[in-house]
């Protein structure tokens, strides 16, 4: 498994940006696939963006594209959310999650790794 520690949530209001960050540690960074999950009170934890450990296409929930943009630094060992255009909808618990060189990019099944998760939340 990988140690996964997220930042950068707090309250912003609509139409603001944030700009999510999560640290990664114990395996290999860039053979991970690498996930933003967020989960609403009284909701099922749902997949936001995901960033394949191969260098192909990102996938983003329909929720968020256009406005939010993942994106990663194997260099750093770091996964990056960037959310723009933020509005109350957007308003949850964001988790980042590492799958080991997984082709399945949207499923929280593949992952096997989480952190603890960062509030955000957007005033309206």
């Known amino acids: 498994q990988v140690q996964l520690v997220e930042s950068g949530g707090g309250l912003v209001q609509a139409g603001g940006s944030l700009r999510l960050s999560c640290a990664a540690s114990?395996?290999?960074?860039?053979?991970?696939?690498m996930g933003w999950f967020r989960q609403a009170v009284g909701k099922e934890r749902e997949v936001v963006a995901a960033?394949?450990?191969?260098?192909?296409?990102?996938f983003y929930a329909d929720s968020v594209k256009g406005r939010f943009t993942i994106s990663r630094d194997n260099a750093k060992n770091t996964v990056f959310l960037q959310m723009n255009s933020l509005n109350a909808d957007d308003t949850a618990v964001y988790y980042c999650?590492?799958?080991?060189?997984?082709?399945?990019?949207?499923?929280?099944?593949?992952?096997?790794?989480w952190g603890q998760g960062t509030q955000v939340t957007v005033s309206s």
């Open positions: 114990g395996r290999t960074f860039s053979s991970n696939t």
């Open positions: 999650a590492a799958a080991w060189r997984s082709s399945v990019l949207s499923r929280a099944y593949a992952y096997d790794s």
């Open positions: 960033t394949p450990w191969n260098g192909g296409s990102a």
